[in-house]
């Protein structure tokens, strides 16, 4: 599977953002998806995961409310809609996919390149 996500920029904080991952491969509809991002300095974390069985997702506290996860397997798409968006969400964003879904970055095999996302006070 690969992978190439895009859909970021720089919003006001309060604003919303949708973030698109774009996938090829012939069995993406087996994969679970998920959204991580990278602060400077800081380390990958979890942002939300979706699994292959639309209806089941995972969020972080972090985001939870405000963010959703959704995909469509016929298009090979996965999206973020981000709304109310805070300073603290400026971050690369990453999308990835796995036979299985967890939180943890190392549990996903393939990875897009990244979007920026930066959130103005």
């Known amino acids: 599977v690969q992978l190439q996500a895009s859909g970021g920029g720089l919003v006001q904080a309060g604003g919303s953002l949708r973030l698109s991952c774009a996938a090829s491969?012939?069995?993406?509809?087996?994969?679970?998806m998920a959204w991580f991002r990278q602060a400077p300095g800081k380390e990958r974390e979890f942002v939300a995961a979706?699994?292959?069985?639309?209806?089941?997702?995972y969020y972080a506290d972090s985001v939870k409310g405000r963010f959703t996860i959704s995909r469509d397997n016929a298009k090979k798409m996965v999206y973020l809609q981000m709304n109310s968006l805070k300073p603290e969400d400026t971050a690369v964003y990453y999308c990835?996919?796995?036979?299985?879904?967890?939180?943890?970055?190392?549990?996903?095999?393939?990875w897009g390149q990244g979007t920026q996302v930066t959130v103005s006070s």
């Open positions: 491969g012939r069995t993406f509809s087996s994969y679970a």
């Open positions: 979706i699994s292959w069985k639309v209806g089941t997702t």
């Open positions: 990835a996919a796995d036979v299985r879904m967890g939180r943890g970055s190392r549990e996903y095999d393939y």
